[in-house]
């Protein structure tokens, strides 16, 4: 079993002035147990990762997936991406986001969310695009792509007068909640 933390066990336990002793022996953990989930090895137990995220009132999830994963299609490579590309290319980078995920179904490539100065406009189209994924899948909705990113605008992707009418009926829910308005084939592609 290959796990990957998404909260740092060592920096958290700092900001509540635990030692290692001290950590493992609130969680009820032996320090070895500990350094074992510490250092992500394979003989870790589900059940120590979970002891920990919850002392640190962190949710614990499973995910299967593939052992190798596209790290240049995931949410947070593909905010870079966009970043360093300009605010136009979101549609290809995000688009192939989808295509990565519908090909793998990895939740890893969604879990994250982009940093906190990424675009308001494109940071609510990423959790909406993130939010109906899961949805389309079955899958659990990552907790930052749960949260609203409610823009103060509405914004219409498409950009073409003649579709916001269209665009304002067929919306998902996923998008509207945000104040996006898309067409109903908006993650389809060509």
Request: net charge positive; with cysteine.
């Amino acid at each position: 079993m290959t796990y990957q933390l998404y909260f740092p066990i060592q920096h958290l336990s700092k900001l509540h002035s635990l030692s290692e002793r001290a950590l493992a022996g609130t969680v009820g953990l032996s320090r070895t147990c500990l350094r074992q989930v510490i250092q992500q090895r394979e003989s870790s137990s589900i059940s120590s990762i979970a002891a920990l995220g919850s002392f640190f009132n962190r949710s614990v999830e499973l995910l299967v997936s593939p052992e190798t994963v596209s790290s240049e299609s995931s949410t947070v490579a593909v905010a870079y991406q966009t970043e360093r590309d300009g605010f136009e290319s979101w549609k290809i980078h995000f688009m192939n986001l989808v295509d990565e995920y519908r090909r793998t179904l990895d939740l890893r490539l969604l879990i994250l969310p982009p940093h906190s100065k990424f675009d308001p406009k494109l940071k609510a189209l990423l959790g909406s695009l993130v939010y109906q994924l899961c949805q389309n899948s079955d899958s659990s909705i990552p907790h930052w792509a749960r949260r609203t990113h409610f823009l103060d605008k509405p914004w219409f992707p498409a950009q073409m007068e003649a579709l916001k009418a269209s665009a304002i009926v067929e919306s998902p829910f996923a998008f509207r909640r945000n104040n996006i308005f898309v067409l109903g084939n908006f993650l389809e592609r060509a």
